[in-house]
Every structure is written in C-alpha cells, then in structure tokens.
C-alpha cells in the first residue's frame, strides 16, 4: 500500500477544483544505479477521482511524470462537505485511495 | 521620400517597438516564478514534513523516548516559532547551535543515539531518507510565516557572527572562490538560477527564508546543512562537517542578514 497523498477540494461558482499530491518515486525504469544495473520501472499507470459514486476524472499517468505528481482538475458540481474519492494503481498493482472534503 | 512617408516609417517603427515591449519574453526568473505560484499549494516538501512531525513523537533509540522535550531556544518541547530565532546561544551545551546541531543534541542526550550514528546520514538519497534531515523539515515548518528574529546580543553570538561574516568572503580552494563570489553582486545568474546578493537585504530575506527546500530536480527535501554542504562542493572547498562550527557561524551570518522577514519554508526549488 502506498503512502498517502495529500488532497484539497475547493468549490466556487459551481466548480470544485481538486488537487491532488501523490506520493510516489515514479521511476523509468531507464535510470541506472551506479553499479550499471536498470533500476526497474515503478509508476502510477492510472488516476481515478470519484465524487459522489460519479467518476469525474480519469487519467493515464506514465514514466513522463515527475516523482511525487502533482494533479490539479476541475469539475462541474460539488457542494461543501461532500467527498471526493481519488485513488491510483501503479505498475507493480500497489493501490492507494484516499479520501477528502469539499471545502467552500 | 517625402516626408509624409518618413513619418509613416516613423512611425510603424515606433509601434513596432512598442508592440515588442509588451509582447516582450517573459524573462526566465518570471516564468520559474510562475511555476512556483502553479505547484506552491502541491510542495512536496509537506511529506517530509509530516515524516518529521511523526519522528519527533515518536520514542526511539536506546532511551526509547520522543524528542517532544527537546529545547530548541524556546523552552523544553516549543517547537513553535523556534527556527526563527536560530542559530542562538545555549547555556546546556555552551555553544551556539543552529537547527540540526541543536536536534543531534537532543537526538543524543534525550534518545541516546550515538552522535556518530545520526551523522552517518545527514542528508537524504534517492534510496534513503535522513532522520535528522526530515525532523529539521518539520521543525521549520513551525515557522511559517513567524518573523526572523536572530539575536547577536551573548560574547558567542557575537563570536559566531563575525566567523561567519569573515567566511563568507574567505577566498580559497583550487577556484580562489569564496561565497562572495557569487553572492555579493545584485541581477547576476548562473545559467537559469538568479543568484541572490547577501548584502542586499531584500534578496537576502527571500533567500534564506526560502531554505530549507523541495528540489524537484532531486525529488528530495533538502535542509539548511545540505545547502551549505553543496555550495561548498560547488566552489571546490574540502567538504565542511556536518554541523560544524564553521557551519554554524556562516548560517548566523545568513540567518542574521535575513532578519525582519517572515519566515517562508520550507520552500520549493527547480
């Protein structure tokens, strides 16, 4: 189980704003330790936010992002003290899932 | 040419100008500026700040206790506002101390883990991160936004002070270099990075209170020691001993020059 992310939802004229900090080493597996060995990939494949039981976000992540990624996204909707679910599998199938309230 | 035409040329020359001022390049600082502003509420810097928060509570070493008594200037256990009065002098250990050379006393008289042990791993790595490094993360963090208050007021403040002052410009190493090199100049940079003037006082707040930091480029948050340790790799000087006396008194000098500015860390570094 991964370590924990830190989420922050904030809600204003009808659109709630989520960011998301995962953490996560998120590597290539193209980088070489210093005795010449790969260092094997290990990275989020797959971001998931629900609100409500509604899937508003879905993303693909890949070897591209930085380590400890960072997401922000808006959606349509949302209300002060509702929750929002995000949750992300990376290729080694390590799942987290956090949970956060929607702030005014 | 009649003159009507050389007032048209005038004249689509002066648009042009003026048109290329304000499309003009956002300069390099700007844009590492607004890269800030876009990820400041997402600094990686907070989880190592909570990893510190949970090693200070949490009892340890041979004595197996927490370092929740631990007296960094303030009172036994005030963690609070504290970062923003160090280095200063302490009366236990008659010497003046900064961050992580007051946490390795606490670390060794309260825990009892031997110092040798801490120092073993002052700095975090890719595959391991550094206790002392992370309880230093969370201590600063309890300073946010507390003003810069570093007192030169006992014999050994002083002492420290002017060490530091003197260091700070101290030339040596295959280079010739000194601190003042890079650092005494205003609106000089190497390559992308603005290289703040230590006797500018404004460039001198936003500098130190901007330390320690989350390098992205290292995915690592980085203390004030570490800061010290790489300049002194970067101008070829024998590398200095973790907290140090010599250490200590140049953070006094920097944390002296920084005084009267709120305190910003940890902060967030290309």
Known sequence: MGNPMKIRAAVKDGVTEVKILMQHNMETGLRKEADGKLVPAWYITDVTAQHQGRTVLEAQLGISISKNPYLVFGFKGGAAGEKITVSWVDNTGDKRSDVAEITA | ?270
């Not at chain 2, 001022?21 to 400041?40: F, H, L, N, T």
């Not at chain 2, 900064?98 to 890719?126: K, N, V």
């Open chain 2, 1 to 270: 040419m009649n003159t009507s035409n050389v007032k048209k040329i005038i004249l689509v020359l002066a648009l042009a100008t003026s048109y290329a001022a304000v499309a003009g390049e956002v300069s390099d600082s700007d844009k590492i500026a607004q890269y800030r502003e876009m990820i400041s509420d997402g600094n990686p810097a907070d989880f190592d700040e909570m990893r510190g928060e949970e090693l200070w509570k949490t009892a340890s070493g041979p004595k197996n206790a927490t370092l929740q008594q631990c007296d960094l200037g303030k009172g036994a256990g005030v963690v609070k506002g504290a970062y923003a009065e160090l280095p200063r002098y302490f009366k236990d250990t008659q010497k003046v101390q900064d961050l992580e050379s007051r946490l390795l006393t606490c670390m060794t008289t309260l825990q009892g883990i031997p110092e040798e042990e801490i120092t073993a791993r002052p700095f975090s790595s890719d595959t391991k991160q550094s206790d002392i490094s992370s309880l230093a993360t969370y201590v600063v963090g309890q300073s946010k936004n507390v003003k810069m208050n570093v007192l030169v007021k006992n014999p050994k403040e002083k002492e420290a002070y002017e060490i530091g002052k003197r260091m700070f410009s101290y030339r040596a190493g295959p280079y010739d270099f000194a601190c003042s090199t890079c650092h005494a100049t205003s609106h000089v940079r190497i390559r992308m990075q603005d290289l703040p003037n230590f006797f500018d006082k404004k460039d001198a707040q936003s500098a130190y209170t901007s330390w320690p930091a989350y390098r992205v480029s290292q995915g690592l948050t980085r203390s004030f020691q570490w800061r010290l340790n790489d300049c002194y790799r970067q101008q070829r000087f024998p590398e200095p001993k973790f907290a140090s006396e010599a250490t200590i008194a140049l953070t006094m000098f920097l944390a002296v020059s920084a005084n009267g500015a709120d305190y910003a860390g940890p902060g967030l570094k290309r």
